[in-house]
């Protein structure tokens, strides 16, 4: 697992510790597929007991992926964490509405788009 992803919740949580009762840390995985990598943080998190609660979205235009992410989730006793919302990267803005998030991650889609979608996809936030 990357260590930025493994460290960043931990980081964000320590600084919401005087916070009485914080905001959950909110992760967006922009083409996630079954979200492996975050399924498995969030079981470390809750293994070692952060002190804030993550909400996860993840968005991906493959329906069956989510589904299969949601299946682990819910068998793995962490389906409370994850909003799954299928349809495309460039609906984001439509498909997630408001929503502001800390960490944001985008594995394994941006490397097949040509330099200028790529950018369109990540300036959605303006
Ligand atoms: C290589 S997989 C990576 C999945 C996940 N991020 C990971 O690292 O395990 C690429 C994913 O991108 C999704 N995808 C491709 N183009 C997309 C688009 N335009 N909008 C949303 N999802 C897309 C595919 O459905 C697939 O789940």
């Given at each position: 697992m990357p260590g930025l992803l493994r460290h960043a919740p931990w980081e964000l949580a320590n600084k919401r510790l005087d916070v009485k009762s914080p905001e959950p840390i909110q992760i967006l995985s922009v083409a996630g597929g079954s979200a492996d990598l975050l399924l498995r943080l969030l079981l470390i998190l809750n293994r070692k007991k952060l002190n804030c609660?993550?909400?996860?979205?993840?968005?991906?235009?493959?329906?069956?992926?989510?589904?299969?992410?949601?299946?682990?989730?819910e068998e793995?006793?962490?389906?409370?964490?994850?909003?799954?919302?299928?349809?495309?990267?460039?609906?984001?803005?439509?498909?997630?509405?408001?929503?502001r998030f800390d960490i944001i991650e985008i594995v394994g889609l941006l490397d097949y788009f040509p330099n200028e979608r790529a950018k369109q996809v990540i300036a959605w936030g303006g």
């Open positions: 609660q993550i909400e996860v979205t993840v968005l991906d235009k493959d329906k069956s992926a989510l589904d299969v992410g949601a299946k682990i989730a793995v006793g962490v389906s409370n964490n994850f909003h799954w919302v299928h349809g495309q990267a460039k609906d984001i803005k439509i498909l997630v509405p408001g929503k």
